[in-house]
């Protein structure tokens, strides 16, 4: 049962390059997410999914794209970096009820040129 | 929408000293209160929780929180640190979105500084 795994750990892009931040989950969870964490902020959200199909923003979503075909997997696109989108990524999953604790994965850190 | 406030940035204690964090939410709904610890380099990883019931709650590593309702509060606590409890401290309210599901909110976080 290896939780959530996020690839790649670290990655460096320049402005304008696109890329896709990885997610999986093993736990057969319905709730996934995507947050960002910045030095002072916190972590916030940027989108997150009730289930296959079914995705919504959070309260940071601009410059980001989910999709979510699979249980198992929600991707975070970014379509053009920009250096303001420089944070560590984290992708979490829980059950799809309040009274369910989420479970996170170890971080992509990105740096935009 | 909720949110949540944390009143320290930075907490500097030596070790054995006792430690409070506070944690103050706003939220109209009934809500589920988290605690939640990031070690340096690592991802979060939950202390403690509180749905209903005792509002004291006894987490992992000796830490409890109490929720008090009347304040919108929920202090994290643990009678006497240790250096490996260095860390940065996050508490979260789930409350329910409007949007068919519930978001968990993040305070901003306390860094726990823990000198030998």
């Known amino acids: 049962n290896a939780g959530v795994t996020q690839t790649p750990k670290f990655q460096v892009l320049k402005t304008g390059q696109s890329m896709t931040l990885q997610c999986a989950q093993d736990?057969?969870?319905?709730?996934m997410s995507w947050y960002r964490q910045d030095p002072g902020m916190g972590l916030r959200l940027i989108h997150y999914?009730?289930?296959?199909?079914?995705?919504d923003q959070g309260e940071v979503p601009n410059g980001y794209n989910v999709s979510r075909s699979t249980t198992e997997d929600f991707p975070l696109r970014l379509l053009s970096a920009a250096p303001s989108q420089t944070s560590v990524y984290f992708c979490?999953?829980?059950?799809?009820?309040?009274?369910?604790?989420?479970?996170f994965g170890p971080g992509t850190r990105l740096t935009v040129t | 929408a909720q949110s949540v406030s944390q009143h320290n940035h930075h907490v500097i204690l030596s070790e054995a000293a006792s430690l409070e964090l506070g944690c103050n939410y706003s939220?109209?709904?009934?809500?589920?209160l988290f605690w939640y610890v990031q070690y340096p380099g690592q991802h979060l990883q939950l202390l403690l929780k509180y749905f209903s019931g005792d509002p004291l709650v006894k987490g992992i590593k000796g830490f409890e929180a109490e929720f008090i309702k009347s304040k919108f509060s929920f202090n994290l606590r643990k009678p006497s640190v240790q250096w490996s409890d260095t860390a940065e401290y996050f508490c979260?309210?789930?409350?329910?979105?409007?949007?068919?599901?519930?978001?968990?909110?993040f305070g901003k976080g306390t860094k726990l500084s823990v000198i030998p």
């Open positions: 999914s009730v289930g296959a199909g079914i995705t």
């Open positions: 979260a309210v789930n409350g329910y979105s409007g949007a068919g599901s519930y978001q968990l909110t």
């Open positions: 939220y109209g709904g009934t809500v589920n």
């Open positions: 736990m057969n969870h319905e709730y």
């Open positions: 979490a999953s829980r059950r799809e009820s309040s009274s369910y604790e989420q479970y």
